[in-house]
C-alpha cells in the first residue's frame, strides 16, 4: 500500500479544460498534489521537470498523439501512465498498453474508479525489490520476469497480476482480492478475465519450462508455490 501521509504528486495532461479542473479539483480532494498541463510538449517538460508519481494523459491532444506522449515518457522514466480515451479510442488499446501506458480508461469515467487505477500503479510501483521464488525471477523496477534465464514477456496486467500472487507466497488471493487490487475493480460475476490472465500466465511460463508454479484453489482463487 502507498504511503498515506506520503502525498503523491500527479501530472493531468488534457486539453480539454472543463475535464482538467474538475479532475485536478477532484484528485486534490483525495490527498493528491496535482498539476496540469494542456498540450503533449509541455506534459513531457513537467514529466522531466516535476517528476510525478503518475501521469494521466488524454489521448487526444492537440499537438501529440497520446500513444506518442506515453512511449516518450516510457522511454526514459517508469512513472506510472493512465491514458484517458474517447470510447471509440478503446479498440486500440492494445496499442496503447503497447506503447508503454499501464492502464486506460474511456470517458466518460467515474472519479472513483479514476482513483482506485491510481492507487493500483501507485501500489505497484512500491512492491520493492527483485524476487526470487524457486527458479522464477519477478524485477518490479523493471517489470521483468525470468525463468531460470530466460524472460517470460508478461503484459502489463499479466505482471500485475503475478506480482500481487507473489505478494505472499502459499496465501490464497480470492478472485474478488485479485480483481480488486490488480484491475482497480469488482468485475461481473460472470468475467472470466481472472482466470484468463493466469492461464496465460501459465502458458507463458510453461514455455519457458516453468511449470506448477500458481496454484488453482477451486471456488476460491489462486496461490504461488513456495
Ligand atoms: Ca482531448
Known amino acids: 500500500m502507498t ?76 512513472t506510472p501512465i493512465i491514458i ?3 470510447k471509440d479510442d478503446v479498440a486500440t488499446k492494445v496499442d496503447l498498453l503497447n506503447s508503454g501506458a499501464d492502464d486506460y480508461l474511456a470517458k466518460p469515467f467515474n472519479t472513483e474508479e479514476l482513483v482506485a487505477r491510481i492507487n493500483v500503479q501507485l501500489r505497484r510501483r512500491t512492491l520493492g525489490s527483485v524476487q526470487k521464488i524457486g527458479l522464477l525471477t519477478i524485477d518490479p523496477s523493471r517489470r521483468q520476469v525470468f525463468w531460470e534465464e530466460d524472460e517470460v514477456r508478461l503484459s502489463p496486467r499479466e505482471f500485475e497480476l503475478l506480482s500481487y500472487l507473489a505478494t505472499q507466497i502459499g496465501r ?42 500458481i496454484r488453482t484453489v477451486r471456488g476460491i482463487g489462486y496461490a504461488i508455490k513456495g
Not at 472543463?18 to 498541463?37: P, W
Not at 513531457?44 to 497520446?66: N, Y
Not at 482480492?177 to 501459465?202: K, Q, Y
Open 3 to 78: 504511503n498515506p501521509t506520503e502525498a503523491k504528486r500527479i501530472l493531468i495532461v488534457e486539453d480539454d479544460l472543463d475535464i482538467s479542473r474538475l479532475l485536478k479539483l477532484e484528485l486534490e480532494e483525495t490527498g493528491f498534489i496535482v498539476s496540469h498541463r494542456d498540450t503533449g510538449m509541455r506534459g513531457l517538460s513537467a514529466v522531466r521537470e516535476e517528476k510525478p508519481d503518475l501521469v494521466i494523459l488524454d489521448l487526444g491532444l492537440p499537438d501529440m498523439d497520446g500513444a506518442e506522449i506515453a512511449r516518450r515518457v516510457r522511454s526514459n522514466t517508469e
Open 84 to 86: 484517458l480515451t474517447a
Open 172 to 213: 490464497v488471493y480470492s478472485r474478488e482480492e485479485i480483481e480488486e487490487n490488480v484491475w482497480g475493480e469488482e468485475l461481473p460475476p460472470s468475467s472470466n478475465v481472472v482466470d484468463v490472465h493466469i492461464a496465460n500466465i501459465r502458458g507463458k511460463l510453461r514455455d519457458a519450462g516453468g511449470f506448477g508454479m
